[in-house]
Nanobody, 124 residues
Framework: QVQLVESGGGLVQAGGSLRLSCAASGGTFRGYTVGWFRQAPGKEREFVAGIAWTSGKTNYADSMKGRFTISGDVAKNTVYLQMNSLEPEDTAVYHC?????????????????WGQGTQVTVSS
């Protein structure tokens, strides 16, 4: 059973960048799709980006396109979320999630495995 471990969150000024990591332990991402979601206080969990591990196909929420990039490293069994041009509105807890499927879903309930989350805070 794969477990997800996120890292890379922190405090950054507006306009800055962060790279989040989601590592799989106890298994590999083969056959999985992996998504990044975020949740700000008082708001619903929101899809950010996803990647189908086998095909490499990626999907992004419209508001993230051009600023965020999701990628996978097969050797490290890790999915990354590179976030550039960060804005205070990007402040949230970011979670990675995985499910055994070949298509990325933007629906949180579609995912069966979740990491503990990592806090991203963008100051103005």
């Amino acid at each position: 059973q794969v477990q997800l471990v996120e890292s890379g969150g922190g405090l950054v000024q507006a306009g800055g960048s962060l790279r989040l990591s989601c590592a799989a332990s106890g298994g590999t991402f083969r056959g999985y799709t992996v998504g990044w979601f975020r949740q700000a206080p008082g708001k619903e969990r929101e899809f950010v980006a996803g990647i189908a591990w086998t095909s490499g196909k990626t999907n992004y929420a419209d508001s993230m396109k051009g600023r965020f990039t999701i990628s996978g490293d097969v050797a490290k069994n890790t999915v990354y979320l590179q976030m550039n041009s960060l804005e205070p509105e990007d402040t949230a807890v970011y979670h990675c999630a995985a499910r055994i499927h070949w298509v990325v879903s933007a629906t949180p309930n579609a995912y069966t495995h979740w990491g503990q989350g990592t806090q991203v805070t963008v100051s103005s």
